[in-house]
């Protein structure tokens, strides 16, 4: 028998289906999917903070360029950023950006439109003056200062809403040589630094007088910015490379230890190197390197170029090496530092106790260790090195494997413990190989300290990581008479170490020496370095004119040597006036952090290099304004702080701390910002925006629901009973 359902029976579902609980659930998936469709901040979206009394305002967004060209031992870079304001707000952006440590800026020019603005180069007040005028009267303008050697800042006023201008920024660097590799690393990130506070007391002068606290990071805020949690956030400040390489001798490998990258063959001796992955986040540093075919090493590089009447040069000579015999090798005291601080955690962690431990590894009975580690704390490993025996190794190395990264980066007081000799007069070779990231804001103290204490010690330094802190490395190495590696993956560390180690065990190239034959020669560095195996000498001179010879003469294991060379067989070269100013003002600027040079003294020749040269440094910087104000009187300006990605391999936790509304553990004052999360210590979008109306609304159905529901029983009940 067939089932079936009464037709009274069917109007009952109809009464059911506005009942009061499904309008109410009604109403919830309307107030759900109004709040979806409300428009918010997409992920990667990031929403800043306003002047007092607006509403918060989306960032700035970033992409960048990067083409550089490689010219034999030098490299001319072009880097282009394009600022784009994605709100209907005037906005001023701020973004904070690494170069190399040995960048000679000399040019940036605005892009507003279809006009071009190019930059002059000021002193440093008077161009943040003309900056902030500016800003003030309505006008696009770019201001790009110097932070540090390796880390700037562009600001750029008055971008119209839906507006993007481009900043274009030119600099000349050298090439870095060791052994038959030549190696280009463009830096991609700043990373997060740890700045020590000033000190809660002040100090006392020999003559009674009191002087107050002096903070170590003067500029932190400057050197600070904002940082995003990879964990809450999409990779913002994307990056295209292109690099066209024309080495001048016939290329054999390129290779990218960091980047996946596309070669292109345009001649023997030329290639085009682009990114495989086209624009990649900045959050490490691009490493490029290339080799020499076999058997087609260049012996000499010597080049030249003329400028307002005046002649540069740039040598690079590689002196001949003298392999020492294992007897014949010195006793050594070596003391390893590791870098144990929050920054570290995660790959670099891992790297530094491999580079660590295979320098352990490489010990013999005759020499003496010890390790110190240090994040907020420190602590050595045994008093005063003790000889490298089995039992001792083994006690390093489960030292070092028990290891956390945790803290902050307090590097002074164990660097200074490191170069504390108790025995200078026992004749040993004493050296320091210091693993760090370096990610700290107060390099000039640690100069000072290396140079205060040194003594008889050579300072190796091992940069660990996707985005070390090439400053910190290359002028601390230089300052302490030794060399810096760098080691960003674990692929890397058996090479580089072995390649460390065997520069630690070689003789040095020693009492090195440039003699012009012509007067009036001015070479930087005026005191050529020691050299290791597989270290070229590099150095830049004025001349007032070309002609004659240079000898270079040193001491190559115990025995003197030297070679002559002709300056008129020096060939073209572009950009060496640059790289000649940039160094001359870098050894200026050492003479002054280490006291062989008073402030007042230095400043001024730094100042008249800048400004000769067309340079930015401490003192000077790039400013350009357009002279057609656009802003209207009164139109708010909104400033805005651009976000950095956090370095690959860092561990945001570690670095920040998991309490954002505490002082980060390292970096400290480094300023965190959450993306899509409220109230994490910013003024974020209401993305449930409009929920109280449709709270209202849910109710009004609700009530409508139960109203219809009434009046639907009170018919439907009359329409069964006139059935029946």
Do not use: C
């Amino acid at each position: 028998m067939p089932f079936s359902v009464p037709r009274s029976a069917l109007g009952q579902p109809r009464a059911a289906a506005l009942s009061p609980l499904f309008l109410g659930l009604l109403a919830l998936l309307v107030m759900l999917a109004s709040a979806h469709a409300m428009p918010g901040p997409a992920r990667g979206g990031l929403m800043l903070r306003g002047p007092a009394g607006t509403a918060p305002v989306e960032a700035v967004r970033l992409a960048t360029d990067i083409g550089v060209d490689v010219s034999g031992p030098t490299a001319r870079a072009t880097v282009t950023q394009a600022f784009r304001n994605t709100t209907a707000d005037w906005v001023e952006g701020t973004y904070v950006f690494p170069l190399p440590e040995d960048a000679a800026v000399d040019g940036m020019k605005l892009v507003v439109g279809t006009r071009v603005i190019v930059a002059d180069i000021r002193e440093r007040a008077a161009a943040k003056r003309a900056y902030e005028a500016a800003k003030a009267a309505g006008q696009s303008a770019a201001l790009t200062e110097q932070e540090r050697p390796n880390v700037f800042t562009n600001t750029v006023a008055n971008i119209g809403p839906g507006e993007t201008v481009l900043v274009q920024i030119t600099y000349q660097q050298t090439i870095p040589v060791s052994g038959e590799t030549r190696m280009l690393r463009l830096p991609l990130v700043v990373a997060p630094r740890y700045n020590p506070a000033p000190s809660t007391v002040g100090t006392v002068a020999l003559d009674g007088s009191a002087e107050a606290a002096r903070d170590p990071v003067p500029d932190r805020a400057r050197i600070s910015p904002p940082v995003l949690d990879p964990a809450a956030s999409l990779p913002v400040n994307p990056v295209a490379v292109t690099v066209r390489l024309k080495a001048g001798f016939a290329i054999g490998a390129v290779h990218s230890a960091t980047h996946a990258i596309r070669v292109t063959e345009a001649g023997p001796e030329a290639r085009t190197v682009t990114l495989a992955d086209g624009a990649v986040p900045a959050d490490r540093d691009l490493e490029l390197t290339w080799e020499p075919v076999p058997s087609r090493m260049p012996g000499l590089g010597l080049f030249r170029e003329t400028v307002a009447g005046r002649t540069y040069l740039l040598a690079t000579l590689t002196p001949p090496t003298v392999e020492a015999e294992a007897a014949a090798r010195p006793a050594r005291d070596v003391t390893f530092v590791i870098d144990n601080s929050g920054s570290m955690a995660g790959a670099s962690m891992r790297q530094a106790k491999a580079g660590l431990l295979a320098g352990l590894a490489g010990l013999t009975p005759r020499d003496r260790f010890n390790v110190i580690r240090f994040d907020d704390t420190w602590d050595a490993l045994h008093p005063a090195p003790v000889p490298a025996t089995p039992e001792a190794l083994s006690e390093a190395e489960r030292f070092v494997a028990a290891l956390e990264a945790r803290g902050g980066t307090e590097m002074l007081a164990p660097l200074k413990a490191a170069l504390a000799d108790p025995h200078p007069e026992d004749g040993r070779v004493r050296q320091v190989v210091f693993l760090t990231d370096g990610a700290v804001g107060d390099e000039e103290r640690i100069f000072a300290a290396i140079h205060a204490n040194l003594g008889r010690s050579r300072l190796f330094m091992v940069g660990i990581g996707s985005a070390p802190n090439g400053h910190l490395m290359r002028h601390a190495a230089a300052i302490g008479r030794g060399s810096f590696t760098e080691i960003r993956d674990l692929a890397q560390v058996d090479a580089r170490t072995r390649e460390l180690y065997a520069k630690l065990e070689s003789p040095a190239v020693t009492d090195l020496t440039a003699t012009f034959s012509g007067p009036g020669a001015e070479v930087t560095p005026g005191a050529l370095p020691d050299l290791y195996r597989g270290e070229p000498l590099v150095f830049a001179a004025r001349l007032p004119e070309i002609g004659g010879s240079v000898t270079v003469s040193g001491r190559v294991g115990g025995r003197r040597w030297s070679r002559t060379l002709a300056l008129s067989g020096a060939a073209p070269g572009a950009g060496i006036s640059k790289v000649w100013a940039r160094s001359r003002i870098g050894e200026t600027e050492t003479a002054r952090i280490t006291g062989r040079l008073g402030t007042d003294a230095a400043d001024a020749a730094i100042l008249a290099l800048a400004l000769e040269h067309g340079l930015t440094t401490r003192l000077t910087s790039l400013v350009a304004v357009d002279a057609t104000p656009r802003r209207a009187p009164g139109t708010p300006l909104v400033a805005a702080d651009l976000p950095l990605n956090l370095p690959a391999g860092w561990d945001f936790a570690k670095v920040f701390g998991t309490d954002r509304s505490v002082a980060p553990a390292d970096g400290a004052g480094a300023r965190i910002v959450p993306i899509n999360a409220a109230g994490d210590g910013i003024d974020l979008p209401q993305t449930g925006a409009g929920i109280l109306p449709q709270l209202g609304l849910g109710l009004l159905l609700a009530l409508l629901g139960v109203l219809l529901s009434a009046g639907l029983r009170r018919s439907g009940g009359r329409r069964i009973g006139e059935a029946r």
